[in-house]
């Protein structure tokens, strides 16, 4: 492998092995972290927008964080509260349905395109593509915000995606999988916007996810936590999904990948 030549690729640094991963773990690092600050930026907004829309409506207004918790376990309940948190969920359900799916095509995209880049077998590829996106985008928009809800002390129930809503989901993984082998075969770099609006949406989705069980705006009364829970439910699995997971999916894509020691 040594005296193989790197031709164009080659950086003179001769970042090789692991060295080159961390190199481009890092570069992403920064752009993830200002993905996730514009994202609660923007979800804050039409939170605030809607819980506005829906006070002139005439609905109750309850942003104490632990009032929705204890209403979560009251679904039938006919309280002004109750009718309150049933709006919370729906405005938060209908932005995740948007923001879930987007983020598959992204994760779907980027994992195929990683692979198909070293590995010239497109059935495999798009198989490779369509797993990454469903494990990690489960991960990162449903299991962590999920856990951090309990940290918060709220027991929500789960809502897997990919089992009550299949049609919705699978069409934009299957179609990031198809873009994402036209892009590896288009571009010799990925570049750090994709990876930010792979960041973007998965943000989007992940603070959605809580919204309906913090309470529209009363998740903003707790954001230096939701923060740091979102960061790493985004960053751990978006960050690591677009390298890591379709390397360890082919011995020669790692070779390839360490040999030439340059970041995508």
Not at 233 to 249: G, H, K
Request: hydrophobic content about 45%.
């Amino acid at each position: 492998m040594s005296s193989h030549n790197h031709g164009p690729h080659e950086h003179c640094d001769h970042n090789h092995g692991p060295s080159a991963l961390l190199t481009e773990l890092r570069e992403h690092v920064p752009f993830s972290v200002l993905a996730v600050t514009i994202g609660l930026i923007v979800a804050g907004t039409l939170c605030i927008f809607g819980d506005g829309f829906n006070r002139s409506a005439g609905e109750p207004a309850n942003h104490d964080t632990e009032s929705v918790a204890h209403n979560y376990d009251h679904d039938h309940d006919e309280s002004p509260a109750s009718d309150e948190h049933h709006h919370n969920n729906v405005f938060a359900e209908r932005f995740f349905h948007l923001f879930h799916p987007a983020h598959m095509l992204f994760s779907a995209a980027a994992t195929t395109a990683m692979f198909f880049r070293y590995e010239r077998k497109w059935l495999k590829a798009m198989i490779i593509g369509l797993i990454g996106a469903v494990g990690v985008c489960g991960m990162s928009d449903i299991v962590m915000p999920h856990v951090s809800l309990s940290i918060l002390g709220i027991q929500a129930p789960w809502h897997l995606c990919i089992l009550e809503h299949t049609d919705v989901v699978l069409p934009f993984a299957f179609i990031g999988s198809i873009i994402g082998l036209a892009a590896a075969g288009a571009a010799t770099h990925s570049t750090l916007l994709s990876h930010s609006m792979h960041v973007l949406a998965s943000t989007m989705a992940s603070i959605f996810y809580m919204v309906g069980p913090l309470g529209m705006v009363g998740w903003i009364d707790v954001l230096g936590k939701v923060f740091l829970f979102v960061v790493l439910a985004v960053m751990i699995p978006c960050c690591l999904s677009d390298i890591v997971f379709p390397l360890l999916m082919s011995r020669a894509n790692r070779d390839e990948y360490f040999a030439t020691g340059h970041a995508h």
